[in-house]
């Protein structure tokens, strides 16, 4: 069979499992061998019964000592019972609904069983175990792959289309890894690694393989992310002749920080040299990215050109708009919102507005990416909290223009060697100081005891003149799988009851957003003392009166998460206090909530954040719009991400369209294009 032969055809698969394996994306044998094992179950070590460990899988040799005993529980269930033994003990093995167990064990013959063990009074058992005679060797006494599945479909499916696959690789299998680059991280050639990484003899083989291949995804994506940036090099940007922002910096009511005037010099250098802005500004919370935004959108509309913003959700568009507009006007710049929930006749008029050029900045969701947005002359694009978009996404809204100048703007800091990664193509501006006046959020995490000593610290904030959040986890206890998190609802009707004299309000996902508007409006304005809320406040809530932020079960949420509710605080002149409950809920949570207690720098937090919980989580969902990973994990691959990094800056440097690699530059091509990640062509 050939690579690109169906995988129907594999004796013993036909359509039907062929059908199940498209489920997981395999058509074809090549589809198989580039579907690489999730683990590996390693049932070469065989471990006495008197060395067994409750609650591990294992391999046993062993002998059946008395015939197998089956016993009817109920309807639709039979346990069948064996007792068996080696030189160091007795053991019990338990099946369920598994006739074929009873009649296939004989007594007095040694076989090799695999299986769980749990601990049952002074004796192990071993619950529905794999067996076969002891030198058999197809169920034990080799390493055996594990495959994502689906349901349907089992192992040795899988261990049928991918032996077909490696059998059908020809002994020229093209690597398109260059050979110095093999050579010098000391790496085996493609074929050896993908025979190692599907049926290795060892765990240090599967390691060699899955080594080479974590790097090569990395070197891919590095490589990648260099061509989509030379791409924007190439191009020219739209022309700004006028860069002077004297009378912009005249209208502001404060003065800037050296790490905002820092970042915005650094965007007009881009725009003053020719090329195509492309720059991401991270910044901790309430450092005062928003400004660098405005400056840009000035310079748009003092050249008679138009900006857009674009924000994840409507509350935060909304806040740009409250806070732009207001300097614009001042400044004698028009500003317009464009979100989904607006009505048509009002929708309509703004984009008329928009294609006319009578609006000269546009604020608003991703509304702004439909069709029927065109704009009359768009010089400027900026995303915010970019994590919650992809590149395509940001790529379709400078399309919306020729050579459009894009500002990229992130309050979630993201760890140095994730940023390298996923905004390989920008540079990157890092706004590192807070405004003057702010002062430190004293942060303390606690458990349930000190529940009605909280209550009273939360009256007491009231009665001082501040403001409260209350954060939870759920909206309703009904979605509760744990009993003990807490929803929205139900402590806000708790805090009603502890204190009937404070005025509370309730919003969370499911509120209406007409109604959400207005209960952040009246906290906004003072009308509100606690407002309970889920994380639909983690951003775009500006309220310098609130002093104190609850976090209920802090243990559900990440690090980074955290530090973003936090930051909803500590925004005015007063003294700020953040409280998270929690500690009492086992050693993780108290080691994650004591970095949050005497840890104030975001990007520290965040480093520990991936590194506790991975890439996946740290994300929530895989939003960043890159090539999926199926190895690498880039919170315990830094090294190698370095590495692949500066292999690939290396090569592109010597060689920036890689001539001299045809299969590797075909190789990072169709990769990106499949992920709808941009053309590199």
């Known amino acids: 069979m050939k690579l690109t032969d169906a995988v129907q055809f594999v004796r013993g698969i036909g359509p039907k499992k062929a059908e199940l394996l498209h489920k997981i994306g395999i058509d074809t044998l090549e589809d198989a061998v580039q579907c690489y094992p999730r683990g590996y179950e390693d049932r070469t070590a065989v471990v006495p019964i008197f060395e067994l460990t409750d609650g591990e899988k294992c391999c046993v040799h062993a002998v059946v000592g008395a015939q197998p005993q089956t016993a009817h529980i109920r309807k639709g269930m039979d346990v069948t019972t064996c007792r068996i033994y080696d030189e160091t003990g007795l053991m019990s093995l338990r099946f369920f609904n598994n006739k074929y167990a009873s009649a296939a064990l004989e007594v007095g013959k040694e076989y090799a069983f695999y299986g769980k063990v749990q601990a049952e009074g002074r004796q192990f058992v071993m619950i529905a175990p794999e067996f076969e005679p002891v030198q058999a060797g197809e169920k034990t006494g080799r390493i055996l792959p594990m495959y994502p599945l689906t349901a349907g479909l089992h192992q040795k499916d899988m261990y049928k289309v991918t032996d077909a ?20 991280q000391k790496f085996p050639p493609l074929k050896t690694a993908l025979a190692e990484i599907h049926r290795p003899q060892t765990m240090e083989q599967a390691q060699r393989a899955r080594k080479r291949m974590v790097f090569e995804e990395l070197f891919l994506l590095a490589c990648g992310m260099r061509f989509l940036r030379a791409g924007r090099a190439e191009q020219k940007g739209t022309q700004l002749r006028d860069l002077s922002l004297r009378e912009f910096y005249r209208a502001l009511p404060f003065a800037l920080t050296g790490a905002q005037q820092r970042a915005i010099e650094a965007c007009t250098m881009d725009i003053a040299m020719g090329k195509p802005l492309s720059r991401l500004v991270q910044g901790d919370v309430g450092s005062g990215k928003t400004i660098v935004a405005a400056a840009l959108c000035y310079l748009a509309a003092k050249n008679e050109k138009q900006a857009v913003i674009m924000a994840p959700t409507e509350l935060l568009a909304r806040q740009h708009r409250e806070t732009l507009e207001p300097l614009m006007h001042k400044l004698g710049i028009s500003c317009g919102l464009l979100v989904s929930a607006m009505r048509t006749k009002e929708k309509r008029e703004i984009v008329d507005e928009i294609a006319s050029g009578k609006l000269s900045i546009v604020i608003g969701t991703h509304a702004v990416l439909s069709e029927q947005v065109q704009f009359h002359d768009l010089a400027v694009a900026v995303v915010d909290e970019q994590h919650r978009f992809g590149v395509n996404q940001r790529a379709a809204l400078t399309e919306k223009g020729e050579n459009v100048h894009l500002l990229v703007m992130s309050a979630t800091p993201i760890p140095r060697t994730l940023a390298l990664l996923i905004y390989g193509d920008l540079d990157v501006s890092i706004i590192d100081e807070l405004p003057p006046g702010r002062q430190r959020i004293k942060t303390y995490a606690v458990g349930e005891q000190t529940r009605p000593r909280i209550d009273r610290f939360i009256d007491n904030q009231c009665a001082a003149g501040g403001q409260v959040y209350v954060v939870c986890p759920l909206v309703e206890d009904s979605e509760a799988t744990d009993t003990h ?84 605080v500590g925004r005015g002149s007063r003294q700020s206090f953040c409280i998270f409950y929690g500690a009492d809920k086992g050693a993780d949570a108290r080691e994650r909530l004591s970095t949050l207690v005497h ?24 939003q960043h719009g890159l090539p999926p990973m199926k190895f690498a994990d880039l919170a315990g691959d830094t090294c190698l991400l370095e590495q692949a990094k500066s292999a690939a800056d290396a090569l592109m440097q010597r060689d920036p369209e890689l001539r001299t690699q045809p299969l590797l530059r075909q190789r990072i091509v169709r990769l990106f294009e499949q992920h709808g990640t941009g053309s590199l062509n």
């Open 165 to 184: 696959a490696l059998r059908a690789l020809p002994a020229d299998y093209p690597d398109f890894l260059p050979k110095d680059i093999r050579d010098q």
């Open 485 to 568: 998190r807490h929803s929205a609802e139900q402590t806000a009707q708790r805090l009603k009851t502890v204190l009937p004299h404070r005025r509370i309000g309730l919003v969370h996902g499911r509120t209406k957003t007409a109604e959400k508007e207005q209960i952040m409006r009246d906290f906004a304005e003072g009308n509100l003392d606690i407002l309970v809320s889920t994380t639909v406040i983690e951003v775009g809530v500006n309220v310098p009166n609130a002093t104190l932020m609850v976090v209920e079960n802090a243990d559900c949420f990440g690090m980074s998460q955290l530090h973003q509710l936090r930051g909803r």
């Open 599 to 622: 840890t104030r720098d975001g990007f520290a937090i965040a480093q520990k954040d991936l590194e506790m919980r991975g890439a996946g989580d740290f994300f929530g969902t895989r």
